[in-house]
């Protein structure tokens, strides 16, 4: 989804999936992003190293996980199951926020298009 990435100097935009359109801004729809293509090169080796040993005990859980499978069938430990975000195209419980702050972000948006200030795509 993303036309280029991310630099070091500019590391995030905001894509807004709507219009397939990112910008260089925080302000407006979307969600920000950084896709920074060279950032392990960027980081110190032992940053690298000290994520990689917190990251590894989760490996084989999302390494063996099955997309397709409802999340309930899946047996994650707590730590991965607590992380995953949506599955089969829905958010999971501990993330079902995102939903209420998307329908706010619209109606603030639609609140400034009925104020005669232009309206945000939703």
């Known amino acids: 989804f993303m036309n280029e990435c991310t630099t070091i100097d500019t590391p ?11 910008t260089k801004s925080f302000k407006g729809p979307g969600v920000l ?3 920074i293509d060279n950032m ?3 980081l110190p080796k ?6 990689g040993d917190l990251l590894f005990p989760y490996a084989l859980d ?9 999340l309930d069938e899946h047996t994650f430990s707590p730590a991965v199951h607590g992380a995953i975000i949506a ?3 829905s958010l999971t419980p501990n993330f079902e926020y995102i939903q209420e702050l998307r329908q706010t972000n619209n109606n603030k948006c639609r609140h400034k298009a009925d104020n005669g200030e232009p309206e945000a795509k939703k």
């Open 12 to 22: 995030f935009c905001l894509y807004d999936a709507d219009r397939n359109k990112d």
């Open 33 to 35: 992003v950084c896709s």
């Open 40 to 42: 392990p090169t960027q």
């Open 46 to 51: 032992e940053s690298t190293d000290f994520f």
């Open 62 to 70: 999302i390494i063996q996980s099955d997309a397709k499978k409802p």
């Open 87 to 89: 599955s089969n195209g």
